[in-house]
């Protein structure tokens, strides 16, 4: 229920609110057990799954350590209210920096064989 004047303070929307108060409840609502599992297992698990493994065996485990706790608080709070594009970018930023470094942990494995094959 709410009341008229809110929606005028809100600005309009025809006084009814537009998303629900939960990130993961609104993701399966509005895209379905198909897009549900696809967000939060493959992109979200697989990234997790990545970091993890890159994390073993680098030197900047600390800054990996540290991206994948504050994208775990992000998705923690999600359960409470739902992201918006100021946290959302901030999100995939901590991923994208996340990725390059277990990506680039990857590279220079792959690049350490090829030279060692090529000896």
């Excluded at 005028?8 to 006084?15: D, M």
């Excluded at 990545?50 to 998705?75: D, G, N």
């Excluded at 350490?112 to 000896?119: F, G, L, M, P, S």
Aim: charged share 15%; glycine share 8%.
């Amino acid at each position: 229920y709410r009341r008229s004047e809110y929606g005028l303070l809100e600005g309009g929307h025809n006084y009814t609110p537009d998303r629900l108060h939960n990130d993961y409840l609104d993701k399966f609502v509005t895209r379905g057990i198909l897009g549900f599992v696809a967000y939060y297992i493959f992109f979200f698990g697989s990234w997790i799954l990545l970091l993890i493994r890159a994390c073993k065996k680098q030197q900047h485990y600390l800054i990996i350590i540290s991206c994948i706790s504050s994208a775990m608080s992000f998705q923690a709070q999600s359960l409470f209210n739902f992201g918006v594009v100021p946290t959302f970018t901030i999100l995939f930023i901590i991923m994208g920096i996340g990725a390059s470094f277990a990506l680039d942990n990857l590279n220079d494995k792959h690049q350490t064989e090829a030279i060692n094959d090529n000896v």
